[in-house]
């Protein structure tokens, strides 16, 4: 920034002054505005990122705030390419060949790392859940293994991917692509035909090939009854999964009577070309993503039964205190509940009463509000969100570092290899920690660069009125908007009018920080119920 003629650092997120090794007379020939990376440690200048105006420096900058990049070394890049790019199973001998299985994937139109692929043998009740076999080529302190467990996970911005691993493993020799031989690790799940429950798992190293790549659109149209014309292969794979979703909403009904069924939609940020925000949607789930997503709970539940150390995922009740304080914000919007005999049946009695409202996705943003963050940890707590008794995290090893350490231990624990369990489980608190410190991170970096994105957009439209809905009144009172965009948080200034949660305005936009990506708007009106 520049001020009276001298220019200074200040911090991106809070506007303070920052201290550099620089002299006045060298940060001149920066332009105000400036972007620039400082080192903590020296506070040299590490690198210019670009121009505060430039759209394209919006990722530059949530990556360098919280440390991360996008290129990998060389030494990592020459170790994913030393690898063979073709799988032989005939090198494999020792491993299960499960080519003629019809293996299909199910994921988003613009996914490229395909972690799970799915078989469903209908006549018997048997679910093959294939996943990537990433262990087999990542090896503990290796390269590729350094830079995995630094990133921790892969984190998806609206147009890229930032991969834990390298592309040429993640998105190549590891995804399990079509019409291609893969290496995975498979679990063959045995349920009984009435109640569905596990008769039995195996678990075993096996090379598969994925018949068919479907996108959940595809899937959801078959759902509704659209079959579109097929080889006799196709016709087949159409026929099972239709078999396998009366299974999947079983399942799904089971679930709910300890679990929960969140409301909370993903919001969808599309780019143009100069990567301005052109237009945004919320992804609702689809038949299609509760299909696969009950796989990978089958699958995951399994892992989490072979070891009674290791890496679980936990998820545990919430406090009285935020009981208590869900209750109060519930009651200011008219909502009363009477707590029930359970957490659970509290839980749903308020949902119930959240969809007479029709607030169903907003209350589950205050429920969830009020529970503990799910988290990793070596030993087993359960997971209330779910509702199960074990869980863990064993089907996306390409894009999580937790799932691949579970699969190592997994592989020693077959083994009855008490040192190599010993060798996995090193340190396991401690990483457990910080595992989910860099989960809670990557979910930072892709709020914020939406944030961001929103400031932009926003900007360019001062001045002009939008309809919002209130989402918080402490500590700030701000509001999501809620019209042809949705989704940008605006910090409203102290209204004339009262203003209840959930209450919907309508807004002027007043002023943009774009440094701290904050939205300023005022409130013009209260929207009624009749005017809606």
């Known amino acids: 920034k520049e001020t009276h003629g001298v220019r200074r650092l200040s ?29 903590n440690v020296t506070q040299n200048i590490k690198a210019v990122l670009g121009h505060l105006n430039d759209p394209k420096v919006d990722e530059k900058i949530v990556l360098a705030r919280y440390n991360k990049h996008d290129a990998f070394d060389d030494d990592v890049t020459a170790l994913a390419q030393s690898f063979k790019r073709e799988v032989s199973c005939d090198d494999y001998p020792d491993r299960r060949d499960l080519r003629d299985l019809l293996f299909c994937t199910i994921d988003p139109v613009t996914a490229k790392d395909f972690d799970d692929a799915i078989c ?48 040429q493993l993640s998105e190549t020799l590891c995804s399990l692509q079509p019409h291609v031989d893969r290496l995975a690790y498979v679990f063959e799940i045995h349920l009984d035909k009435e109640s569905l429950k596990v008769i039995k798992s195996d678990l075993y190293e096996a090379v598969i090939h994925s018949h068919r790549r479907f996108h959940y659109d595809e899937v959801d149209k078959l759902f509704e009854g659209a079959l579109p014309a097929a080889s006799k292969l196709e016709s087949t794979l159409f026929q099972s999964l239709l078999h396998l979703r009366k299974v999947t909403d079983r399942l799904k009904k089971n679930r709910m009577q300890h ?33 696969i997503e009950d796989c990978m709970l089958l699958a995951n539940k399994a892992a989490a039964q072979r070891y009674d150390r290791g890496v679980f995922r936990i998820h545990e009740p919430p406090s009285q205190s935020n009981l208590q304080n869900l209750y109060q914000e519930l009651a200011g919007i008219g909502i009363f509940v009477e707590p029930q005999e359970s957490v659970h049946d509290t839980i749903v009695a308020i949902q119930e009463q959240a969809a007479q409202r029709g607030l169903e996705s907003e209350v589950d943003t205050l429920i969830i509000r009020a529970q503990m963050q799910a988290r990793y940890a070596p030993e087993n707590m359960g997971h209330f969100g779910l509702g199960f008794d074990r869980y863990t995290h064993f089907t996306s090893p390409i894009r999580r570092y937790s799932d691949l350490i579970v699969h190592r231990l997994l ?37 914020e660069f939406k944030q961001r994105k929103f400031a932009r957009w926003a900007q ?28 940008a948080r605006f910090y409203l200034n102290a209204p004339t009018l009262p203003l209840l949660l959930f209450d919907d305005v309508i807004v002027t936009l007043q002023r943009v920080d774009l440094l701290s990506a904050k939205i300023y708007a005022v409130v013009q009106e209260k929207v009624m119920p009749h005017e809606k």
């Not at 969140?262 to 038949?287: C, G, I, K």
């Not at 060798?423 to 979910?443: D, H, M």
Request: with cysteine.
């Open 259 to 291: 679990g929960f069924d969140f409301r909370s939609h993903d919001l969808v940020m599309q780019l143009d070309a100069e990567q301005n925000l052109s237009s945004t949607l919320y992804a609702e789930e689809t038949p299609s993503h509760a299909l």
């Open 460 to 487: 360019r439209h001062i001045g002009e009125q939008f309809h919002a809905r209130i989402n918080a009144t402490e500590p700030e009172l701000t509001a999501e908007l809620h019209d042809t965009i949705s989704g």
């Open 411 to 447: 592989k020693a624990v077959a083994a009855n290899n008490n040192e190599e369990s010993a060798y996995v489980l090193r340190n396991i608190e401690a990483l457990c920690i910080a595992l989910s410190e860099k989960e809670r991170e990557a979910g930072s970096i892709e709020a």
């Open 11 to 39: 911090d991106i997120k809070t506007g303070h002054p920052v201290g550099v090794a620089l002299c006045d007379e060298a940060l001149a020939a920066y332009e105000p505005d400036t972007l620039v990376s400082i080192s």
């Open 120 to 167: 469903w043998n209908d006549a018997e009740h048997i679910l093959h859940v294939a996943i990537a076999d990433v262990s087999s080529y990542v090896t503990p302190f290796g390269a590729i293994d350094a830079e995995a467990i630094y990133r921790g996970f892969s984190i998806y911005l609206p147009h890229r991917s930032i991969p834990m691993l390298p592309r």
